[in-house]
């Protein structure tokens, strides 16, 4: 293996990894689990402890790190130099660059098969989703532990399935009804209580003329439904009955136009026909931008800040806001759910970034801005090489045109500053931690924990009113243990429809404890120290340390002049420390004259681990003076 082979990485199947086609090894499973955890990551870090619970569970051994390190240090020669594996702290993080990876790969050809579903092109979706679903080679992950398989093979089976489901709705609108009948028998039979393949082989089996096999099976899916959940079926399957019964089940759609023939030589200068414009504006030709996430169907409470933000795009004021918040509010949920509501109001379309980018790189705008002005139909060759041309591009078009430009997770002002609309009925909805306080027109929005009430009613909606209404002073003391933070409470909902059979007093004892709470309040890609890890790694080095002392040796609520005591610093240090910490949320800020400043119980808990693993640093970010502590 030679230091240009390209890599390729499979968790679709077996955990493998090749170079140059050649199988490279990888050990036993355990050492497949860690490289498996770390590639799912997503160049993420993988704390020590995340790694511990995928190789061994609850009762890791006392040489669990020592074992880490010697799995860690294995990969590293055998996967050198395609990839690179660095150790942070108490973490692990794996940059794969340009090396292969089957699951990035399913996700690209999926996310293209169902925008292409969505526009109407059947054609290509059965082809794109086709592509992904060929990407595996049979059962995920299965060659790690236990422990890895049972956190990530739902989710990645979900996806699959999903896929395939898109598929087979791809096909049918392509009348290919006969051969879609016998995999939708196997896979009814394999998910009995998926009600969407349930209507497509009731479809497929009705256009086949066997409309009586249809109608069965409504009846069994019916029973099962009502045996195994104690439910009726939704109203997607009922209208799929009814149209059986009364014959009016649509026709396939197909609505795939193809395009034959040389493409046409044309004079310089001459306008390109209809087909040819469409070709060159690629995917996106005929396609309204519906780029926003899915909205929170469980979301909860936040009346106040949804009425203001649907006040502002409606014109009432400023016509773009900006929701800032400490890590864990529920910036990005509260945006995504007041976007959906004010869908009607932007015809034209909505745009949707998140700017936070991968592996911690911030998106540049220049990239956004491609993406955006592909979506409003500018064709690949004919983008603007320059940001500030692209720019003017971008604003020209939606200054006839009523779209929403959701900009999630954004850094700082110079980031969205050249993603805003200019003139026309545009809007923005910006989420973010900064104040953003140079951006023009801007009405902002902060977030802080939910009251606790709202935080009892965001558990009901997830885990169901019943059981939280069952033990109401564990399920209050829940609330306050999660710091009424909406993503805490994600967390422990998440954990208790995982676990049925958990009480509320018990999960209220898991986390009474401060040394195991920040592990309790993780679950698959949610983790409360994930989302607090960026905000304390954008501070300088001595504002963090400055951090942990105070969270050490510091009151809850203080000072900046209480502060310089416990730092041994000046009162003007302590003070642009405190300010810097604000900013990114890791403090809140209690009193205005003279500010005070408040730890959050989470934060200095997460404060006091990472001093624990991070070196002192000597010094305040400003330069002027080496205080004893900072």
């Not at 030679?2 to 493998?16: A, Q, S, T």
């Not at 104690?230 to 009016?248: E, K, M």
């Not at 780029?291 to 004021?317: K, N, Q, S, Y």
């Not at 405190?578 to 900013?583: D, M, P, R």
Request: aromatic share 4%; with cysteine.
């Amino acid at each position: 293996m030679n230091g240009f082979d390209p890599f390729v990485f499979r968790v679709l199947g077996p955990v493998e990894a090749e170079a140059g086609g050649q199988p490279v090894t990888l050990g036993g499973a355990k050492q497949r689990t860690v490289l498996a955890a770390m590639l799912l990551a997503g160049g993420r870090p993988l704390f020590d402890d995340r790694l511990k619970a995928l190789l061994w569970g609850c009762e890791p051994p006392a040489t669990a790190t020592a074992q880490i390190y010697t799995y860690v240090s294995q990969l590293r020669k055998r996967l050198h130099p395609g990839v690179h594996l660095e150790r942070r702290t108490n973490a692990y993080r794996l940059e794969t660059h340009d090396a292969f990876f089957d699951w990035t790969a399913f996700e690209s050809l999926a996310g293209r098969g169902r925008a292409d579903l969505t526009a109407g092109r059947f054609a290509a979706a059965a082809d794109h989703l086709g592509q992904a679903l060929a990407l595996r080679r049979g059962p995920a992950l299965s060659n790690v532990t236990a422990h890895l398989t049972e956190q990530e093979r739902p989710f990645l089976d979900e996806a699959l399935l999903s896929a395939r489901e898109g598929r087979i709705e791809a096909e049918l609108a392509l009348g290919r009804h006969d051969t879609a009948v016998p995999q939708l028998m196997r896979l009814v039979m394999e998910n009995p209580l998926r009600e969407r393949l349930l209507g497509q082989l009731m479809t497929a089996l009705h256009r086949c003329g066997r409309q009586a096999e249809a109608l069965a099976v409504y009846e069994r899916g019916r029973r099962v439904l009502r045996d195994e959940l104690g439910v009726d079926p939704g109203r997607a399957l009922r209208d799929i009955q009814q149209s059986v019964l009364t014959g009016t089940l649509p026709r396939p759609a197909a609505r795939e136009v193809a395009v034959i023939g040389p493409a046409l030589a044309l004079p310089d200068g001459a306008p390109s026909p209809p087909a040819a414009r469409a070709r060159d504006r690629g995917a996106w030709s005929g396609v309204v931008p519906a780029m926003l996430p899915a909205d929170v169907a469980d979301f909860t409470g936040r009346r106040p800040e949804l009425d203001g933000i649907a006040a502002a795009l409606r014109g009432a004021g400023s016509r773009h806001v900006v929701v800032t918040g400490a890590a864990g509010t529920g910036k990005s949920a509260l945006a995504v759910h007041a976007a959906h509501r004010s869908r009607q109001r932007f015809a034209d379309g909505q745009l949707h970034a998140d700017l936070s980018g991968q592996s911690g790189r911030p998106r540049a705008p220049a990239e956004v801005l491609g993406w955006f002005l592909r979506a409003m139909g500018v064709a690949e060759r004919h983008l603007p090489a320059s940001p500030e041309e692209r720019g003017q591009l971008y604003r020209s078009l939606l200054a006839d045109r009523r779209m929403l430009v959701l900009l999630d997770n954004a850094v700082d002002d110079r980031q969205v500053h050249p993603l805003l609309p200019g003139a026309g009925g545009s809007s923005a909805l910006i989420t973010g931690r900064g104040s953003f306080a140079t951006l023009p027109g801007v009405r902002p929005i902060t977030l802080g924990p939910m009251g606790s009430d709202e935080g009892r009613r965001m558990l009901s909606a997830i885990v169901g009113a019943e059981r939280i209404e069952a033990e109401p002073e564990a399920a209050a003391r829940i609330v306050e243990l999660c710091d009424r933070l909406p993503l805490a409470l994600r967390i422990v909902a998440a954990r208790m429809a995982a676990h049925p059979h958990w009480r509320a007093e018990a999960i209220t004892a898991r986390l009474e404890p401060e040394g195991r709470r920040l592990d309790e309040l993780r679950m698959g890609d949610l983790d409360i120290r994930a989302a607090l890890y960026p905000g304390h790694q954008r501070v300088t080095g001595p504002v963090r340390t400055a951090l942990g002392v105070l969270a050490s040796a510091g009151p809850d609520t203080f000072s900046a002049r209480q502060a310089a005591n416990v730092l041994g610093c000046s009162k003007e240090d302590a003070e642009d420390a405190l300010e810097s910490l604000a900013g990114t949320g890791l403090l809140e800020v209690v009193g205005r004259v003279p500010p005070r400043y408040r730890f959050m119980p989470l934060v200095r808990l997460f404060a006091r681990e990472r001093s624990r693993v991070e070196p002192l640093s000597p010094g305040m970010p400003d330069g002027r003076r080496r205080p004893a502590v900072c």
